[in-house]
């Protein structure tokens, strides 16, 4: 059993009271390796801003869970070499059950999410309160989810009737205690996040997805006054890799985010974590794949590796600077 505080991690307790009242959300990064790791960390460093570190289960498999641990506290003696003491949290990202959440725990993790969402209303209370108990009484901060993220194979009747329903928002946060909340108000996992069907087109032909619901966020911010809302599934597709990707031998199709824009607005509201994974993934594939057509006699992983980690940190400092408005925030 170890704490995170004996790692230099925080939980999300006081950078959440913090990004409510400034108008910023904290950036959730997911992380498989070293060179995302190493991508994020330097980025935040340089830019200033706090961050959560998101560990997923398919991480944990991916990547060892004892590894990825010794590498989050690596991240915290890495910040601080360079130059900044930043305030990092250590989170698994989707746990789905009180075994997985505790063994995080555990071993080091400062906050955990438990995903009832699929699960009945009050079965999701149950299996989050009793996440909540063993996590608040190691100081572990907890968040829950309401509501389902639409896939895109969803039908489209289904996105809507799995949005947060705001009548029960209190009702859940009150039995279950949590410290934070997902909610489902339109984004999605992954790099389809909307069928063009659903799109508009604007003057130069791009595809404009539809807008979030930011009617019920309004209604969840009323329900939960200054209460840390999270969203998921918030990961933009910037098009310049998709292009990249396409160009140099990829085959993405059809792949829509969430306009930035949407997302600033977000962070303005009690929207206090952004979770980012799918942009990451495309900006490495996008440079990985570019090395690879160009320089086809290339066999050193870090010639391919290395630029990808460069493009990763310039897409994490665009986050915090220009979309989430955490960067400076560090300080
Ligand atoms: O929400 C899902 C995250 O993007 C993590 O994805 O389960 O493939 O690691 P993963
Ligand atoms: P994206 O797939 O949009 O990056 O969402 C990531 C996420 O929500 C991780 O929990
Ligand atoms: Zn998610």
């Known amino acids: 059993m170890v704490s995170y505080k004996e790692l230099g991690l925080v939980n999300t307790r006081e950078i959440f009271a913090k990004a409510i009242e400034g108008g910023y959300a904290i950036p959730a990064f997911n992380f498989n390796n070293m060179e995302q790791l190493q991508a994020i960390i330097s980025a935040c460093v340089e830019c200033s801003s706090p961050v959560i570190l998101q560990v997923s289960s398919g991480a944990r498999n991916y990547a060892n869970q004892t590894l990825l641990r010794y590498m989050a506290q690596g991240a915290v003696e890495y910040a601080k070499e360079l130059g900044k003491n930043i305030p990092i949290v250590l989170h698994l990202d989707h746990g789905n059950s009180f075994?997985?959440?505790?063994?995080?725990?555990?071993?080091?993790?400062?906050?955990v999410m438990i995903d009832g969402s699929h699960l009945p209303y009050e079965e999701n209370i149950a299996l989050t309160k009793k996440v909540v108990e063993y996590a608040h009484?190691?100081?572990?901060?907890?968040?829950?989810?309401?509501?389902?993220?639409?896939?895109?194979?969803?039908?489209?009747?289904?996105?809507?009737?799995?949005?947060?329903?705001?009548?029960?928002v209190i009702d859940f946060v009150t039995k279950t205690g949590v410290d934070s909340l997902a909610i489902s108000i339109g984004t999605s996992h992954g790099a389809n996040k909307f069928k063009p069907e659903q799109c508009t087109r604007n003057e130069e032909g791009i595809l404009v997805p539809p807008e979030l619901r930011f009617d019920i966020l309004a209604e969840i911010e009323k329900q939960l006054p200054g209460f840390p809302i999270v969203l998921h599934g918030s990961s933009s597709v910037p098009q310049e890799y998709v292009k990249i990707i396409n160009e140099y031998g990829g085959a993405l199709k059809d792949a829509i985010g969430i306009p930035e824009d949407q997302l600033r607005k977000a962070a303005k509201s009690a929207v206090c974590k952004i979770n980012i994974d799918s942009d990451g993934r495309l900006a490495m594939t996008a440079a990985v794949r570019k090395v690879m057509i160009e320089k086809p006699a290339e066999f050193d992983p870090r010639k391919y590796l290395g630029p990808a980690r460069e493009e990763l940190k310039k897409l994490y400092m665009h986050k915090c600077e220009n979309v989430l408005g955490s960067a400076g925030k560090a300080e």
Do not use: Q, W
Request: net charge negative; glycine share 8%.
């Open 137 to 168: 009484a190691h100081d572990v901060s907890v968040e829950g989810e309401l509501g389902v993220l639409a896939g895109v194979e969803d039908e489209v009747s289904a996105e809507v009737s799995n949005y947060t329903r705001p009548e029960e």
């Open 99 to 111: 075994e997985l959440c505790k063994s995080c725990i555990d071993m080091g993790f400062s906050s």
